[in-house]
């Protein structure tokens, strides 16, 4: 299975982005998926949102109220709706997709958001 993000791009404080994460192939048992983001100049990733097989979603704190996550299942694919952005939300952003025994990670897209 391979995942592919996409949209990303440069913004404006106030501004909003949609950014997509496609799989390849139909992926059952799916659990849940994950946009993280790693922040410029940080190793780790930390997570932003959550959307369970069940539907149920989870924000970090920082992003609720301004994103949403979302899912097309016919298409097998995942979004993040991004409203709001601020200058500490520039960040790589990746696609996680948790099945029991395995994961799997988009490429990361690249998000800057200017002052």
């Known amino acids: 299975v391979q995942l592919q993000a996409s949209g990303g791009g440069l913004v404006q404080a106030g501004g909003s982005l949609r950014l997509s994460c496609a799989a390849s192939?139909?992926?059952?048992?799916?659990?849940?998926v994950n946009w993280y983001r790693q922040i410029p100049g940080k190793q780790q990733r930390e997570l932003v949102a959550?959307?369970?097989?069940?539907?149920?979603?989870n924000y970090q704190e920082s992003a609720k109220g301004r994103f949403t996550i979302s899912r097309d299942n016919g298409k097998m694919t995942w979004y993040l709706q991004m409203n709001s952005l601020k200058p500490e939300d520039t960040a790589v952003y990746y696609c996680?997709?948790?099945?029991?025994?395995?994961?799997?990670w988009g490429q990361g897209t690249l998000v800057t958001v200017s002052s």
């Open positions: 192939e139909t992926i059952l048992n799916l659990q849940a």
């Open positions: 959550t959307i369970t097989s069940g539907g149920v979603t």
């Open positions: 996680n997709v948790v099945r029991p025994g395995r994961n799997y």
